[in-house]
């Protein structure tokens, strides 16, 4: 199991970075999918990204695609994700979660999950 806490979200205006951080504990972290979710209020949870240990990742939904882009510090046991020029259509809360070793876009298929960090993009 694999303990994740997000951090880095905040309020920003449209066009607009920030950078979120996904900070990992747990021994086998270089093992785990770790993938990026948001999800605002009355929203269905949305996939946003997600990399293998091994630097594999998804392909990013048309919604962030050229907008977001996810790095890492193994070192630090920690995700990035970079977020550059932000839409008020980005408003959510960002989460990080772990899976055991497949990549997916499915939120069902991550057993561990952070708190998640509030991102609100104004006009």
């Known amino acids: 199991q694999v303990q994740l806490v997000e951090s880095g979200g905040g309020l920003v205006q449209a066009g607009g970075s920030l950078r979120l951080s996904c900070a990992a504990s747990?021994?086998?972290?270089?093992?785990?999918?770790i993938g990026w979710f948001r999800q605002a209020p009355g929203k269905e949870r949305e996939f946003v990204a997600a990399?293998?240990?091994?630097?594999?990742?998804?392909s990013y939904p048309d919604s962030v695609k050229g907008r977001f882009t996810m790095s890492r510090d193994n070192a630090k046991n920690t995700l990035y994700l970079q977020m550059n020029n932000l839409k008020p259509e980005d408003t959510a809360v960002y989460y990080c979660?772990?899976?055991?070793?497949?990549?997916?876009?499915?939120?069902?298929?991550?057993?561990?999950w952070g708190q998640g960090t509030q991102v609100t993009v104004s006009l």
């Open positions: 979660a772990a899976n055991t070793g497949s990549l997916s876009s499915s939120s069902s298929s991550y057993n561990s």
């Open positions: 747990g021994r086998t972290f270089s093992h785990y999918v």
């Open positions: 990399t293998r240990w091994n630097g594999e990742t998804t």
